[in-house]
């Protein structure tokens, strides 16, 4: 089964300034590969999602994402981030062979500061 | 996207007793899934509810404790049953959509004393 690394579990950044979320995966011939908003006392949204085609995925919000197949990597990046970003984010993946249910990493705490 | 409800949306419940969460999708989707968000931490997968057939538990998960039914292609429920203090837990629904893409209901928070 497919694991999901999110190497920073907290990262506080100043208001405006630009955030790196990282996350890896362990290798597979095919996966899917997500990410996730929660914010606070609410349900996980939708922030993007490579399926195939484009290696670099845009979002909601202006988040983006870049699939890396050589490096096992889909990586999180704004420009600048606001008051409003502060949250949990979550990398997902999954893969069909698995009947497409989703592995999630522990998350990273996006802390955003004036 | 589905517009996807849950019900409770939060309850606390005695020890020993059993809760069942519902959740309702305003499409058709053959996939449901059920998982576990326990304080301040991940998302795990509790089970995979297809319409027509028995769920499927991962592991660490049975249906002794967490039933779940299926009934029609929009809906689903969980019970979560002889709760204790451990199962003190956010529960949300999924539904997959295109090539695994799936999206969330708001979650059942669940406190049990």
């Known amino acids: 089964a497919q694991s999901v690394t999110q190497l920073d579990s907290q990262v506080p950044v100043f208001e405006e300034a630009p955030v790196e979320l990282r996350c890896n995966y362990s290798?597979?011939?095919?996966?899917?590969l997500f990410w996730y908003v929660q914010y606070p006392n609410q349900g996980l949204q939708l922030l993007l999602k490579?399926?195939?085609?484009?290696?670099l995925v845009k979002g909601i919000n202006g988040f983006e994402a870049e699939f890396n197949k050589s490096q096992t990597s889909f990586h999180l990046r704004k420009p600048s981030v606001h008051i409003s970003d502060t949250a949990e984010y979550f990398c997902?993946?999954?893969?069909?062979?698995?009947?497409?249910?989703?592995?999630f990493g522990k998350g990273t705490s996006l802390l955003v500061t004036p | 996207s589905a517009v996807i409800s849950q019900k409770p949306s939060r309850d606390i419940c005695q020890r020993g007793t059993s809760l069942t969460i519902q959740c309702q999708v305003d499409s058709q989707v053959t996939m449901m899934f059920w998982y576990r968000q326990q304080p301040g931490q991940s998302l795990t997968l509790i089970a995979t509810?297809?319409?027509?057939?028995?769920?499927?538990?991962e592991s660490g998960f049975v249906i002794d404790k967490f039933p779940i039914s299926r009934p029609n292609l929009t809906f689903s429920t969980l019970t979560v049953s002889n709760m204790s203090p451990e199962d003190s837990s956010i529960y949300l629904c999924?539904?997959?959509?295109?090539?695994?893409?799936?999206?969330f209901g708001p979650g059942t928070r669940l406190l049990v004393l």
């Open positions: 290798s597979s011939v095919s996966v899917y």
């Open positions: 509810a297809n319409q027509g057939s028995e769920a499927t538990y």
């Open positions: 999924s539904v997959e959509y295109h090539q695994g893409t799936q999206y």
């Open positions: 490579y399926l195939s085609g484009s290696t």
């Open positions: 997902a993946v999954s893969e069909s062979s698995s009947g497409y249910a989703l592995n």
